[in-house]
Each structure stands twice: as structure tokens, then as C-alpha cells.
């Protein structure tokens, strides 16, 4: 959840049969069935084919903008859209659905439109175009312009540039809210680090108070906390440095202000901005330095758990990593499918950490001890970062592949370029960050001596 994901189309659509803040009943229906009651609410079947299309294809489009963007969640509401055309677009609960639209709208529900080199969908403002109008799509214009013998492309071109494109065939999936459902704070790492970084660097164009994070890599470092904290003290919330609920959706509603991206001049969103750097799934054939971290928090359960087998932590997600996964999933009462998903790696995490938490004080630091629960990165200080210190000075004492380095608890420029050394003659990342796999490298060599 988070960095920007990749939009999808979503199972349902929850709308409020009123304005925004006027108490009114929500509804939650299948998102296609939604946009058969706008079509059927907003246009008449008897329109020509071309513009029914132009504007079921502005409608879907709208409303995948406000979902995506989570325009209204992002203010504290409980809906994704409302049901007037004060705000949004006609939706009336219970009515009859034409059937020339319901078989369109089977069609082409999972197509939307966006700006070239864009992947967001574009906010496909529309009016009528006689009791009202607007800088959008003109809905009777679009019967005239189908009359004309225009595609349904070329008359969405009309209104909204030349420059657009139509995604067609865009998967389905749950619509779930982007909070991960944890705070965020320093040394988590992850995709929903990586873009409260993404969001935070754009919003700093803008607000320049704020610094910069250089590289937005996905770690949860002290100049992510720095920024969260002149983020929070511009907009009036607690300066802690930690993303709660409140700091995650102010800080989408404000990038989502200061992209424009529910606006017809909106920047939008390129592929880059919504890849994820972290894999979202690992499963069988998967490989690298997640499948690593994962075969980590494993072996340390199954030292504690007989249930869960042990398994040699090769980086490669094998029958043995699977049967280990699901072994760990039956414990935690999740479907044993063998796949690490989000779940799956919040129970492990939880399941880590409570081992953490009961361990007898001293255990921890014996010989190389167990990774401390999150990434230690540089311009931290604590006896984390002294522990690691002393590894990395045995190691290099012992072996020469680094250079040597003083114990002082502050995580420093030599710090890092000893722990980047490691990790590129290791065949890890050499970032410099210390996550499980790297930590349990430098645990493996220490204890080798």
C-alpha cells in the first residue's frame, strides 16, 4: 500500500447520497453497476453510439480520479464520491439502467482516460453544456459531434487535448485505503516510506521549508523524520516525526493540491512515480535481497518455533522458503498459501518483534546478536549503531576486507562505506542501510571469526 500505487480498477465504489458534509446514507456497490447508474442518470440512450462511449468513458474516468486520489478520504470523509452534480455526478439509488448503456459499460469499465506518458487518470471534468458549462467535456455537444461521424476518441480529443490516451484492459482489485494501518517512523523501510519521500520532496517545491530526502529510497533515514516534522509544523500538526493516519492523509491531500491532479491542468502521475521499488508479493521464484530479509525472519522464528522448519537463507524463494511460509501462516491463522503478501509480512514483523520484545536483556548482543527490528541508517545514534559498529570493527580486524572503524554509536561516513563495502562483495544492494539481510550478513561474518 502506498508509494503511489499503480491504479487499478476497483470491486466497489462507496458513495454518499448527498453533498459532503450533509448527513446522508452511503451506499457501496460494484463499481461497474456504479457507472451504469451515472451513464443512465447523466445521458440519454437514444444518443448516438460514439457519444454514449465519450461520455461513459469521462464518467469511469471521473470517478477513478476521485478513488485514486482519495480526494474525499483524504479530508476525513468515509465515501470515495458523492451523488450530486454540485460536486460530482449523478448517482440515484435504485433506478432503472438502460440497457444499450449496461452492455457498454461492460465494455469498457476497466478503460480510462489519462494525459500521454501519464498513468493517473485524468480528471475528466463535464458539464451539460446548456444549463451549465465548464471547461470540460460538453455532453450535448458530444450528440453533434457523434453526428459529425467522430470516434469516441476524437470526441474526448475535442474537449481535452490532443495529447490524451485511453488505458484499456487495466486490472481490477479491492479498494482499499492507502494507509498502511501503522504509524510510520525512523528506520522502517519499504513502499509507503518511498512515498510519503515521493510526496514530500514534490510538496517541498512548493514549500521550501521542507527539506529535501536525498535518496527517496524507501528508508525511513533522520532526513525523512526532518522533513515529516517541517511538513507536520507548516500544517499545524504534532511535530513527532512520525506518519500516523492524520500526517499520512494531509500529506496526500496536500500533494495531491500541489500536483493539480484533481484538476483539468493536473501534472499527473508518470510510471516512475508509481513503480515500487520494494516488491509487493514474494513467492516461489522469487530472488534477492527481500527473499533474503524474509528467509531471515524465518530462521529466527523457527529457532523459537519448532513449527516452522529451519531453511538455509540463500536468497532464493525455494519449496523449502514456501513450506516455511505456510508453516508460519497456519500459526498466525492466515490462508496458508505459501505467498508473502502485505499480511503475511505484517504478522511476520509483529511476530519478530514480540520475539524482540521477550528476549532477556543481554541476549540480544550476545556474539553478533538478532537484527533490532528496523533499518539503521546513517546520522543515527544509539547502541544499535555501536553494536554494529563493533561487528563491522571485528570484521575488519579479523578479516581486512573493510577498513577498520571507531565504536561510537553515531552511525558516519565510515559507517556507511564499510557497510556499502560488505554489501557489494556480498552481492547485496550497496546502499549503506542496514536491513535483516544485511545485518545478517554482518552477524555471519562476525561470528565466523
Known sequence: MALQQIPTIPETITVHLGLPNQPAENVTVPFPDYIKNVASSEIYPTWPEAAIRANIYAQITYALNRIFNEFY????????????TQYDQTYIKGRDIYENISRIVDEIFNNYVVRQGRVDPFFTAYCNGTTTVCDGLSQWETVALAEQGLTPYQILQKFYGQDIGILENVPISANVPSYPGTALRLGDAGNTVKTIQLELNRIADNYPAIPKIEPADGVFDIATENAVREFQRIFNLTPDGIVGKPTWYQLKYIYNGVKRLNELTSEGL???????????????GSNG?????????????????????????????????????????????????????LQTWLRLRQAYDDILAMLPQGMKESNAGIYPGYFLSPGME???????????????????????????????????????????????????NVGPATWNLIRRLYNAR
Do not use: C, H, M, W
Not at 575488519?396 to 564499510?418: H, K, L
Open 73 to 84: 478520504r483524504s479530508q476525513g470523509y468515509d465515501f470515495d464520491i458523492t451523488s450530486t
Open 270 to 284: 508518470t510510471l516512475d512515480e508509481v513503480t515500487r521499488p520494494f516488491p509487493a508479493v514474494l513467492r516461489e
Open 289 to 341: 535481497v527481500d527473499v533474503r530479509s524474509l528467509q531471515y525472519y524465518l530462521d529466527v522464528l523457527s529457532y523459537f518455533n519448532d513449527a516452522v522448519p529451519d531453511i538455509d537463507q540463500d536468497g532464493y524463494f525455494g519449496p523449502a522458503t514456501a513450506a516455511a511460509v505456510r508453516a508460519f501462516q497456519t500459526l498466525a491463522g492466515l490462508p496458508a498459501d505459501g505467498i508473502v503478501g
Open 382 to 432: 544509539n547502541e544499535d549503531v555501536r553494536n554494529l559498529q563493533t561487528y563491522l570493527k571485528g570484521i575488519a580486524d579479523y578479516s581486512g576486507v573493510i577498513p577498520p572503524i571507531a565504536v561510537t554509536g553515531v552511525f558516519d561516513e565510515a559507517t556507511r562505506d564499510a557497510v556499502a563495502a560488505l554489501q557489494a562483495q556480498n552481492d547485496l544492494p550497496p546502499t549503506g
